[in-house]
């Protein structure tokens, strides 16, 4: 619906009146606003299409010529789902190591030729790990002890099982895969092992132009890189934040406890580079 700020024109309206039938002049501004305070009482809002961290997301994939997309954390796909609805076509390449997530995210990405999907777990070597699985549909799931902290804001997220699964660099799991000059943007979705991850990619994060995660502005698993800490290793790693959206909040107080973040690979590592 297209709504004009402008008075000029008018939307009509009846009233009925024991005596006759009054016609009211009705202007749009104040029919957007009757229309916004109704969706607030039903939670919800009008906001510009344009600013969804989906498009944007998107818009800056277009930017910096993003081929590929390397979704580690894939849950059951909702990420690669959101990138096909925001019209990105290149290849995705998901890996999910929880069981019952996986299954989804396989039976997701099956239709469609560019989503290949991995049931293994990335990090900083190769072997075999226990993962700790939430009852969230896995969201929440880590190869890090959950602390007391999370389960008082999320008791949702608690776990309830573990599982062993297969655990691979990024550079082992890709090895071959990527052709030379392809630019990637790397999403990693790993309950604070996002270092580890990082720590078992300095092959393939040559080819990496954007890299999205998780940011703790507090301590939710043990062991964790907490906001400040992330910020200044991806920034060794030559990469600077370039967006910022708010994610896992405290209901009762409105603070932020996660943020998610895109960073962008800096002027001077891409000099260096070339």
Known sequence: MNFDSSDSTSTLSYEHNPEHIRIIRIAPRVVKAGIKRLLYRLGFGLCDLNVLPGRVRVKMMRYHDIRTVID??????GYGEELREFGFSGRILSFEPTGLAYEKLAA?????????????AL?????????NIAANEARSSSLLPMLVTHNEYAPEARYVSTEQ???????TALRDILAPNEKVLLKIDTQGYEHMVLKGASEILRQVELIECELSLIALYQGQLLFDQMIALLGNLGFEPVRFTPGFTDPDSGHNLQIDAIFSRSENAKRLQS
Do not use: Y
């Not at 580690?72 to 796909?77: H, L, Q």
């Not at 990090?123 to 993962?131: A, L, Q, S």
């Open 165 to 171: 699964v297969p655990l691979r660099a990024l550079d």
């Open 72 to 77: 580690v954390g894939a849950n059951v796909g």
């Open 108 to 120: 997701r990405a099956k239709p469609d030729p560019r989503w290949a999907v991995s049931k293994t």
């Open 123 to 131: 990090g900083e070597r190769d072997g075999e790990v226990t993962i």
